[in-house]
């Protein structure tokens, strides 16, 4: 999964102002701004009255504050993937009563071990 680090963080600012944001399309001499060269701090916008561009500085320290919290919460995202379906765990919940086992609680705690925070 490829994650739009920059996009994220724009996101996080002037949240009472959703699509705050856009690109400039062409610079100052009036030259257009490749597609994949327009998508940076120098070239964002404000579209909307009242939100505030970030310093450079700012969506920096989002930007690294985001990959940080991401980083750090991989085991969750290795846990879902192993993790049984939830079909599954209530399928194996249902015959634990049944049957007076702890199969779905093995389960569990297998991938939390396989996984530690």
């Known amino acids: 999964m ?3 680090w920059l996009q994220e963080a724009l996101h996080s600012f002037n949240l ?4 705050w944001y856009g690109w400039r399309t062409h610079d100052d001499n009036g ?4 597609n994949n060269k327009r998508m940076c701090w120098e070239h964002t916008i404000v579209i ?3 939100a505030v561009k970030p310093t450079k500085q700012e969506l920096e ?12 919460n991989q085991y969750q995202r290795d846990r879902a993937k192993d993790y049984p379906s939830l079909a ?8 634990d009563k049944i049957n007076n086992t702890n199969k779905w609680e093995e389960a569990i705690n297998a991938v939390k071990q396989k996984y530690p925070k």
Request: aromatic share 8%.
């Open 31 to 34: 030259n257009k701004i490749p």
């Open 48 to 50: 909307k009255d009242g």
């Open 88 to 95: 599954e765990q209530l399928d194996l919940q249902y015959w």
């Open 16 to 19: 009472d102002t959703p699509n």
């Open 2 to 4: 490829i994650i739009d």
């Open 61 to 72: 320290n989002k930007i690294q504050e985001l990959i940080t919290e991401y980083n750090s």
